[in-house]
């Protein structure tokens, strides 16, 4: 998933640490609330009001998110992203990003997502 211009992150993911850039009309959600994928998705159903009938399998998150993204231009900022998915095994963390490649190279609407890692005091 790396930028064709060499730099290791694609162009719809921001890494950030202090100084993020504005990510105006985001959904912010909080990493440390996602520790695991049942609780990403009820986060994100929460935050993007996605249907009630979502599944908890990456499929489901991706076609509920292709969906919404056929509405219009997505952004997601999610702070405390070191958090994201820390409960789960090894690699899902990984298939989420797949994931999301996969939205914002084929979704009809542009998809960002913003991860903050906050700076330790």
Do not use: K
């Amino acid at each position: 998933m790396a930028a064709p211009d060499g730099d290791r992150s694609p162009e719809w993911l921001t890494v950030c640490r202090d100084g993020c850039p504005e990510a105006r009309g985001a959904s912010v959600l909080a990493g440390a609330t996602m520790r695991s994928r049942p609780a990403l998705v009820a986060a994100l159903a929460d935050a993007l009001t996605l249907p009630a009938h979502l599944g908890g399998t990456w499929d489901a998150l991706a076609d509920v998110l292709r969906d919404r993204l056929d509405a219009g231009p997505l952004t997601l900022l999610i702070d405390d992203a070191g958090e994201l998915l820390a409960d789960e095994p090894a690699g899902q963390y990984d298939l989420l990003l797949a994931v999301l490649d996969d939205l914002a190279t084929t979704a009809p609407h542009p998809l960002r997502v913003v991860l903050h890692h906050a700076s330790p005091p």
